[in-house]
């Protein structure tokens, strides 16, 4: 019993300690979910926009700043309707929000480039 304690005396604050450097640096496990990758890759390559997705822009008025900031940041790669592993540029679903999704975006992921094909609005 006598070892449970001085276990326990040490580990808590130990754990307390490492939370609270870990949180000041900013780490966190956020970024290493298939999520998380697929929508960080996405940012980070050039936008092409096809001419449907173009129009269902204008007419839901819908500006750039908005789709990348907030609808494919937040948003959530549905992978049961994606085709992730298809050749040579993967396909994906994105719905936005996570919870009650309003609008749904389909897009090619390629090596340069992320070619933005369709936009619905859901509700």
Do not use: W
């Amino acid at each position: 019993m006598k070892k449970l304690k001085f276990y326990l005396i040490g580990l808590i604050p130990g754990l307390i300690i490492v939370f609270f450097i870990l949180n000041k640096k900013g780490a966190s496990c956020s970024g290493y979910l298939p999520n998380s990758r697929v929508i960080a890759e996405t940012l980070s390559k050039d936008f092409k926009y096809s001419e449907t997705f173009s129009n269902e822009m204008k007419t839901l008025k819908i500006d750039e700043k908005f789709l990348k900031d907030s609808i494919i940041t937040k948003g959530r790669v549905d992978f049961d309707r994606s085709h992730a592993q298809k050749k040579p540029c993967p396909e994906y679903i994105l719905i936005y929000p996570e919870t009650h999704p309003t609008y749904e975006i389909g897009y090619e992921k390629c090596e340069e480039t992320v070619t933005l094909n369709s936009l619905k609005k859901l509700k």
